[in-house]
């Protein structure tokens, strides 16, 4: 097998722990609803999910374990993609803010920065950010 093969596994292997990861906070308020849904579909879709492993991570015993990604850009990045799926349906509750701030610490951030990670993204996503904020963000 050459060794291409196995970093494509590899990689499989995480998306699919990712994918199962934003499954769980989807479905952390009791139910995954049609907008949680719709995004599930989109990211199963981008993270090369089939059918099978889809209906596999849907069932209520998610065996999958958090993946860590080496660059903090990649966890930046998955962070990003947990607040993508909170906010499907334009509401947040504090069950899925501790998943997204355990899933911050889960990632590798100290417990302290992964609160201000996820309070800021969270100010982020609902729009309340200081200009100065908006300002870098527009310019970048």
Not at 2 to 27: C, G, K, M, V, W
Not at 67 to 75: A, L, V
Request: charged share 30%; glycine share 4%; hydrophobic share 40%.
């Amino acid at each position: 097998m050459p060794i291409i093969d196995l970093y494509e596994h590899s990689e499989q292997r995480h998306n699919l722990a990712h994918f199962a990861t934003l499954a769980s906070l989807a479905a952390v308020d009791g139910e995954i609803n049609p907008e949680e849904k719709a995004i599930l579909d989109k990211f199963a879709f981008k993270l090369n999910i089939t059918d099978a492993e889809y209906k596999e991570v849907m069932k209520k015993d998610n065996k999958y374990p958090i993946q860590t990604p080496h660059s903090g850009e990649k966890r930046l990045k998955r962070l990003f993609e947990f607040f993508q799926m909170a906010f499907a349906d334009k509401s947040v509750g504090e069950d899925q803010m501790r998943f997204i701030e355990r899933y911050a610490i889960g990632l590798g951030y100290a417990p302290k920065k992964a609160s201000e990670i996820v309070q800021k993204s969270y100010d982020i996503f609902r729009g309340k950010i200081a200009f100065e904020d908006y300002q870098y963000l527009m310019e970048k």
